[in-house]
Antibody
Framework: QVQLLESGGGVVQPGRSLRLSCAAS????????LHWVRQAPGRGLEWVAL????????HYSETVKGRFTISRDNSKNTLYLEMISLRTEDTAKYYC????????????WGQGTLVTVSS | SYELTQSPSVSVSPGQTARITCSGD??????GYWYQQKSGQAPVLVIFKDNERPSGIPERFSGSSSGTTVTLTISGVQAEDEAEYFCQSADDSGPYTVLFGGGTKLTVL
């Protein structure tokens, strides 16, 4: 069964850092690009970042560029999101998601991990 | 930069047809995708490449495209279809960017 399981969320003060993890199972992890997508409470979906199957290519939204780093460890089937200089507007549920290979869609989503940035 | 625009809400009675639209200039050159998100759950892909349906998605879900607009059509709406629906596209003309519409809340009366 294809599964993505996020962890690492929590409450953090503005300006601090946090690292999210996403453990994948049930599919060939090395074969897929992976995304982070977030959703602020009561709001819509916002794409955050994408990494290629081997991790050599990374893309970011303008909102997080320079503060967030997406990475992956293919030996551990794990995706990461390192977040620094967090802001209150970064408060959201963060989803790990798999790129849909025949298209630019996202075909598998985790259940998300909640990050709350508050003093 | 590109944007995707959706109407905030659509309401239909059970058995009727719901049409949800998404507009944006990027859609004239890139495919549109649709996700269903029920309350408290993760999104689910229901349409990709404008009009293709992933396995396991009921046939009552269909998609179409015309110019700068993509449309998600739900025929014979059921109570279980009540959800938020998001459109999505991708811009690879510069740094790769994934775009989401603001979402449309479908209410089944």
């Amino acid at each position: 069964q294809v599964q993505l399981l996020e962890s690492g969320g929590g409450v953090v003060q503005p300006g601090r850092s946090l690292r999210l993890s996403c453990a994948a199972s049930g599919f060939g992890f090395n074969d897929y690009s992976l995304h982070w997508v977030r959703q602020a409470p009561g709001r819509g979906l916002e794409w955050v970042a994408l990494t290629s199957p081997d991790g050599s290519i990374r893309h970011y939204s303008e909102t997080v560029k320079g503060r967030f780093t997406i990475s992956r460890d293919n030996s551990k089937n794990t995706l990461y999101l390192e977040m620094i200089s967090l802001r209150t507007e970064d408060t959201a549920k963060y989803y790990c998601a798999r790129d849909h290979q025949p298209s630019n869609a996202i075909d598998v989503w985790g259940q998300g991990t909640l990050v709350t940035v508050s003093s | 930069s590109y944007e995707l625009t959706q109407s905030p809400s659509v309401s239909v009675s059970p058995g009727q047809t719901a049409r949800i639209t998404c507009s944006g200039d990027i859609l004239s050159k890139q495919f549109g995708y649709w996700y269903q998100q029920k309350s408290g759950q993760a999104p689910v892909l229901v349409i990709f490449k404008d009009n293709e349906r992933p396995s396991g998605i009921p046939e009552r879900f269909s998609g179409s495209s015309s110019g700068t607009t993509v449309t998600l059509t739900i025929s014979g709406v059921q109570a279980e279809d009540e959800a938020e629906y998001f459109c999505q596209s991708a811009d690879d003309s510069g740094p790769y960017t994934v775009l989401f519409g603001g979402g449309t809340k479908l209410t089944v009366l």
